[in-house]
């Protein structure tokens, strides 16, 4: 199975920091990466697909890059909203594996 | 409008059995891969299971491999977990998700989740 390892665990910035979550996979997955948002007693909400595609109505401050093992997730201004934990997922083969998630606290 | 409703989640003793479903509403159910994750207490996200629109190609984590059945009835747009021999270590919420494209995976509609005690 692909592990998936995520840092830092947690991070706290203010309002209009930017933010750099960085992923990393056991194999290579090409540019077979998800990034999502989760908010408390919320769903998973997807923000970036194939390593560095925007899902539709997410914010351009969010961005992804990255290919092969290491990727990162950039979110740009940093806004009150963007409080939640943030999880890479690889899609290059099954068992899909998420990160442990990055709890982002807004000071 | 995506929507999509999970149901049949409780509480049930170690060793019991229970079936979710996922309903669908707004897209052509049959031309996506459906997936199940689900989320202990206090933890991350673990994916469960997939299974792609024609149900000819399906794929299950380790943990609940010979346990857990996914199926789907698109004539209905609905999805099912059934899940056999529970363990406490199966509670958690459980979403269906929809995968948004075999070519460019990823998920992108979720349903709002059901929690399954076992206990």
């Known amino acids: 199975d692909i592990q998936m390892t995520q840092s830092p665990s947690s991070v706290s910035a203010s309002v209009g920091d930017r933010v750099t979550i960085t992923c990393r996979a056991s194999?290579?997955?090409?540019?077979?990466l998800a990034w999502y948002q989760q908010k408390p007693g919320k769903a998973p909400k997807l923000l970036i697909y194939a390593a560095s595609n925007l899902q539709s109505e997410v914010p351009s401050r969010f961005r992804g890059s990255g290919s092969g093992t290491d990727f990162t997730l950039t979110i740009g201004s940093l806004q009150p909203e963007d409080s939640a934990t943030y999880y890479c997922q690889q899609a290059d083969s099954f068992p899909y594996t998420f990160g442990q998630g990055t709890k982002l606290e807004i000071k | 409008e995506v929507h999509l409703v999970e149901s049949g989640g409780g509480l049930v003793k170690p060793g019991g059995s229970l079936r979710l479903s996922c309903a669908d509403s707004?897209?052509?159910?049959?031309?996506?891969?459906m997936n199940w994750v689900r989320q202990a207490p206090g933890k991350g996200l673990e994916w469960v299971a997939s299974i792609n629109g024609d149900s000819s190609d399906i794929n299950y984590a380790d943990s609940v491999k010979g346990r857990f059945t996914i199926s789907r009835d698109n004539a209905k747009s609905s999805l099912y977990l059934l899940m056999n021999t529970l363990r406490a270590e199966d509670t958690a919420v459980y979403y269906c998700?929809?995968?948004?494209?075999?070519?460019?995976?990823?998920?992108?509609?979720w349903g709002q989740g059901t929690l399954v005690t076992v206990s």
């Open positions: 998700a929809r995968d948004r494209s075999l070519a460019t995976p990823g998920l992108d509609y």
């Open positions: 707004g897209f052509l159910f049959s031309g996506y891969s």
């Open positions: 194999q290579s997955i090409s540019r077979w």
